[in-house]
């Protein structure tokens, strides 16, 4: 079976320091794994995926992601926070036939002036 | 370039109302999903066609119907509408294989149930 887990609800952090949303997930096969971003009110856009490519996966703005399987996680970075960062972001598992998504709770991301 | 299309945007209903959400996608992807989405619980599973003419049950599908009408349109109805069903709804599509699995979404219907 697949999962994930987002192990914070809400993340604070500054304009201008670094940005660390964790995600564990459980896969009985080699995953492929996504971030998504939501806006407040809007639909969610792809920031990236890994499917068994570079353990480094490079998003948009700024945004990446390093898979570890050892760790069994796929932590979101960015150096950088900028205010039009605030939002919510999900962690994501596919199944092994790629036909089923599987949501994280997500997490919730302030960034303070 | 639409890419995933959801009406209504906004919509209150009575409890025991019915009604039918719409979505169409335009990038000719076999795979077409429904969520819902409530506070601190992610988006779930509602139902799901992998292709033209089947669908399955997701996670949540209780109180939920889907009807796959062509490749393009997946329709999601409450047919008869309870509070418990106050959410966002959230129509994606994707394709098939390794290469091709990102899920895009609409904009979501904005549902209360009264």
């Known amino acids: 079976a697949q999962s994930v887990t987002q192990l914070d609800s809400h993340v604070s952090v500054s304009e201008g320091t670094p940005v660390l949303l964790r995600c564990n997930y459980s896969s009985s096969y080699s995953p492929s794994l996504f971030w998504y971003v939501q806006h407040p009110n809007k639909g969610l856009q792809l920031l990236l995926k890994?499917?068994?490519?570079?353990?480094l996966v490079k998003g948009i703005n700024g945004f990446e992601a390093e898979f570890k399987k050892s760790e069994t996680s796929f932590h979101l970075t960015k150096p950088s926070a900028h205010m039009s960062d605030a939002a919510e972001y999900f962690c994501v598992v596919s199944s092994y036939n790629f036909n089923k998504f599987y949501f994280g709770s997500g997490t919730k991301l302030n960034v303070k002036p | 370039n639409a890419g995933v299309t959801q009406t209504p945007k906004f919509q209150v209903l009575k409890t025991g109302q019915s009604m039918t959400l719409q979505c169409a996608q335009d990038m000719n992807h076999n795979s077409m999903y429904w969520y819902r989405q409530d506070p601190g619980m992610g988006l779930r599973l509602i139902y799901y066609s992998a292709s033209e003419g089947t669908t399955d049950k997701g996670e949540v599908p209780n109180g939920y119907n889907v009807s796959r009408l062509n490749k393009r349109e997946f329709s999601l109805r409450l047919e008869s509408a309870a509070p418990s069903q106050t959410s966002v709804y959230f129509c994606?599509?994707?394709?098939?294989?390794?290469?091709?699995?990102?899920?895009?979404f609409g904009a979501g219907t904005r549902l209360s149930v009264l």
């Open positions: 890994y499917t068994s490519a570079a353990t």
């Open positions: 994606a599509s994707s394709d098939w294989g390794s290469s091709k699995n990102i899920q895009y």
